[in-house]
Every structure is written in C-alpha cells, then in structure tokens.
C-alpha cells in the first residue's frame, strides 16, 4: 500500500481500510510539522496544530471531494487550527499580562534562556526565524508554502483562499520584507562587535 497514490490512499481510508489514511500522515507529517513550526515559531505549537489538523482531516475524509490536493487540504486546516489558537491567546495574554502586573514570575521558556542552547550551530537559523516571525502572518505563510513547501501559486491560492495575483503580490512583497529585515539585523549585529 505504500506506493499507492494520495488518491488511491484516500479511497482506501473512505471505504473503510484506515491503513491508507495512516499512510497519508506518515507521508505528510513531517511535511506539515515543518511548515507550521516556521509559520507558528514553537515546535510545541505546530505539533499540536498537526495532531489536530490530522484528526479532523481524518473524521471530515468521507466529504473530501478531492478538488484540491489531501496535502493542500490538511494544510488549510491547520492553517484554520492556528488562527483560532491564536484567537484564544488573545485572552490568555490579557490573564497574563494581568497576572504580571500582580507580580506572578513567569517562567522565561525561550530556548535562549537555556543554558545548554548552542548560539552557534543555529545563529542564521534564528536569524531567518527571528526575521519570518516579525513578519505579519499572511506574508509568512505564503512565503512558507512558495519557498520552503514549494508549491505552486494555484495551490497557494487555494489553502490561503484568495486570488492567484493576490498571492503572487504577497510573495513579492514578503520576499522584499524579509531581505530588509535579514539586511537590518546583520547590520545591528554588525555595530555590536
């Protein structure tokens, strides 16, 4: 079963041989695990928004038409998972932030603060990162889906739901972002040697 296509993977999960979505996600999973660590920043994040994209792609598989391909499916549904995450740290931040103020200590879990943390081996990678997170999040998905996902704009279009030009104007735009964001930190970093 392992060289089938998605198609014939996702007519075998549909009639009921749930083999053919398991191979689905192992063919996906990684995939998608990355692709949501870059746009939500924290591993721990995008391994739940992939648990929970997978699970509910599994339970809605018998309506999947296959007008899109599974993987642009899943990705639009983790991609709908991370928005309301999103909505509800809103409100956890607000309880946070009050929290705070009240003099709570919060534990500091960036991965800088640990002491084993090695600067050296992840110093582009964090500065990539740290350049893709400052981004507003519409630029840094399509710039994720485009350039690390390499899919094509028409796929774009479909998971981010918006027209063709609209995503290529977004990638563009995203593409100019990043280089002046990468070009300002190295010149901070730069003054500060």
């Known amino acids: 079963m392992q060289t089938l296509t998605d198609h014939e993977l996702i007519q075998a999960a549909q009639t009921g041989h749930a083999?053919?979505?398991?191979?689905?996600?192992?063919?996906?999973?990684q995939r998608l695990f990355r692709s949501m660590t870059r746009i939500v920043?924290?591993?721990?994040?995008?391994?739940?928004?992939?648990?929970?994209?997978?699970?509910?792609?599994?339970?809605?598989?018998?309506?999947f038409r296959g007008e899109s391909q599974f993987y642009s499916w899943v990705f639009r549904i983790?991609?709908?998972?991370?928005?309301?995450?999103?909505?509800?740290r809103k409100v956890a931040q607000s309880l946070d932030a009050m929290r705070e103020s009240m003099g709570d200590d919060l534990e500091d879990t960036h991965p800088e603060s640990d002491p084993t943390y090695s600067l050296g081996v992840v110093d582009q990678q964090r500065m990539v990162q740290g350049a893709l997170a400052s981004m507003e999040e519409v630029f840094r998905t399509v710039l994720v889906l485009t350039d690390l996902e390499e899919l094509s704009y028409e796929e774009i279009a479909k998971i981010v739901d918006c027209p063709v030009g609209t995503v290529?104007?977004?990638i563009h735009r995203a593409r100019q972002e990043l280089r002046l964001r990468l070009e300002r930190q190295l010149k901070q970093e730069q003054r500060a040697c």
């Open 41 to 63: 920043g924290s591993p721990e994040d995008a391994e739940d928004i992939c648990q929970e994209a997978f699970t509910r792609a599994w339970r809605a598989l018998p309506s």
């Open 19 to 29: 083999e053919g979505y398991t191979l689905l996600v192992r063919r996906y999973e």
């Open 168 to 170: 290529r104007s977004r």
């Open 78 to 88: 983790a991609l709908n998972l991370l928005h309301s995450m999103k909505r509800r």
